[in-house]
């Protein structure tokens, strides 16, 4: 390979549309890029999606001679890129508190098949952050847990289900996301604790994972002095290099989080932070929306690597490594699947029965006021949407809980808007007042606090009061005199289907 062709193995990049288009395929023509990663953008359906990845392969192999790592967010839950068409799972914390380990690993197991069937080859799963800060806006529900050994055991066993699938799996944020209180997606966090601290709980899932064999890791955009006081893990030798490869031992694919994130792109630009990793030593650099900067980041690359020996020495390992483990993809067979070769690997009845028992066995009623399920007489639901609300959650439609569970059971219904004023406030209460049994439902409340203003003030008007937090559990913490309280652990509409037979007695057999 020429040097620029090994340069563009080492770029995993995204665009915007469910087909070829130029810009995808001017990277790969003009830049050689060996990689692609796919968002709830690229895949409506699991045919376009099959026709889709195959287009691509024929492009990388008439351009570059060698296929693509195709790669995905397909954490399941809340960050789910493909959901038509397939089995969805719950996510990893609605795992931790509703599965066995082996339910665990049957579900990576499915979802690295159904993956597999559609040409996807690189799952950027599972995270492995240890979710030891409640305020932590990112990881959360992502996280199986507050426990390193459960995170550990639990994580293991989605790595060994994805791998056993015949994908790779990765694990993720490197060398933990965990404890912090700031998206790295909007800034750059730093994760002061010492050594010590860092190697018995954020290092200690990575290590094991590690052990294991996991195939790939995936970099935080995040400072930890301990190691490296000037640079984020991504872009620190001391990290990658020294941590990472010399003293974990860890020797198969370093994958950088978005070079796009505020954490990077405010402080070093996308451009320079690329070189920067690559010399640290990442082998792939994802850069997932933005054609322009990706452009450059590969020509700043390649620029450099001209110049610099050691640059280009470090290009050289990274692209053996990326070679080496693409002479295993067996592209050719692929390429002759059509969506009938495959169905019976979207959808399985044993996949849907697993997600629906892991879904309902997730729920937890902490607070039990109200002995549920009821037979609500006069009802009123309040919930908010389910919506984006960090970098890394999608796109995606999902309906309001409180018109979904309306269409179901007799009751009125509330839309709640994210941030309510105080007349809204005010207004529901009154208008609350004509029912016997009200819910509520909490979205992320803890950081959006009119909810627990709100939910605070039904408490104290009523004795029939049902709190549900839908995505993060710490919600019910910040009421006053609490209820029945519910966790649901993510807002979906596996978990609303679930919920539904939690509350009311008109599904229970």
């Not at 810009?23 to 692609?36: C, P, Q, S, T, Y």
Request: with cysteine; proline share 5%; net charge negative.
């Amino acid at each position: 390979m020429t040097l620029k062709q090994k340069v563009g193995q080492l770029f995993m990049v995204g665009f915007d549309d469910t087909k070829i288009n130029s810009h995808i395929e001017n990277l790969i023509k003009d830049f050689n890029v060996g990689n692609v990663i796919l968002f709830e953008r690229n895949c409506k359906t699991p045919e376009q999606i099959l026709k889709l990845i195959q287009n691509l392969q024929k492009l990388a192999i008439k351009y570059n001679g060698v296929p693509m790592f195709i790669g995905i967010d397909q954490e399941n839950g809340m960050v789910t890129r493909i959901g038509e068409g397939v089995c969805t799972f719950p996510g990893n914390m609605a795992q931790a508190n509703g599965a066995t380990e082996e339910e665990i690993y049957q579900v990576a197991k499915y979802t690295g098949e159904m993956l597999e069937a559609l040409g996807i080859n690189y799952n950027l799963a599972p995270s492995l952050d240890i979710n030891n800060n409640p305020n932590n806006p990112i990881i959360g529900i992502r996280s199986f847990g507050e426990n390193p050994e459960t995170v550990t055991n639990m994580g293991l066993a989605c790595i060994k289900g994805f791998q056993d699938a015949g994908i790779i799996s990765t694990a993720k944020h490197f060398p933990g996301h965990g404890d912090t209180a700031i998206d790295s997606h909007l800034t750059l966090p730093c994760i002061p604790h010492s050594k010590e601290r860092l190697e018995k709980v954020e290092l200690y899932p990575f290590k094991a994972a590690i052990d294991a064999g996991v195939k790939s890791i995936m970099t935080a955009h995040i400072i930890f002095p301990a190691y490296e006081p000037v640079y984020p893990a991504t872009l620190s030798p001391l990290v990658l290099t020294n941590l990472l490869r010399q003293d974990l031992g860890f020797h198969n694919l370093i994958i950088t989080d978005c070079m796009e994130m505020k954490a990077i792109s405010d402080t070093y630009t996308t451009q320079q932070a690329s070189v920067m990793a690559i010399a640290a030593g990442a082998d792939i650099v994802c850069i997932s929306h933005t054609e322009k900067l990706q452009r450059e980041a590969l020509e700043e690359t390649l620029i450099q690597a001209e110049q610099n020996m050691k640059l280009q020495a470090k290009i050289d390992t990274a692209a053996d490594r990326i070679l080496s483990i693409k002479k295993v993809l067996n592209v050719d067979e692929y390429l002759k699947r059509n969506i009938a070769d495959i169905a019976n690997k979207l959808n399985p009845p044993a996949a849907i029965k697993l997600a629906k028992k892991i879904s309902k066995n997730a729920i937890k009623v902490i607070e039990q006021g109200i002995s549920l399920p009821i037979d609500p007489g006069k009802l009123l639901i309040i919930a908010p949407d389910s919506r984006g609300l960090t970098g890394v959650d999608g796109l995606w439609y999902i309906p309001n809980f409180a018109s979904y569970a309306a269409e179901h059971v007799i009751a009125d219904s509330i839309k709640l808007e994210s941030d309510l004023s105080i007349k809204s406030i005010n207004e529901i209460i009154q208008k609350s007042q004509i029912y016997d049994t009200i819910i509520l439902c909490l979205y992320n409340a803890q950081f959006m606090h009119s909810q627990i203003e709100l939910a605070n003030k039904l408490l104290a008007e009523h004795n029939q009061v049902i709190c549900i937090a839908m995505r993060n559990p710490y919600d019910i913490n910040l009421l006053k005199n609490p209820q029945t309280t519910v966790q649901v652990f993510e807002y979906t509409p596996l978990s609303m289907d679930s919920l539904l037979k939690i509350l009311f007695k008109v599904f229970v057999a």
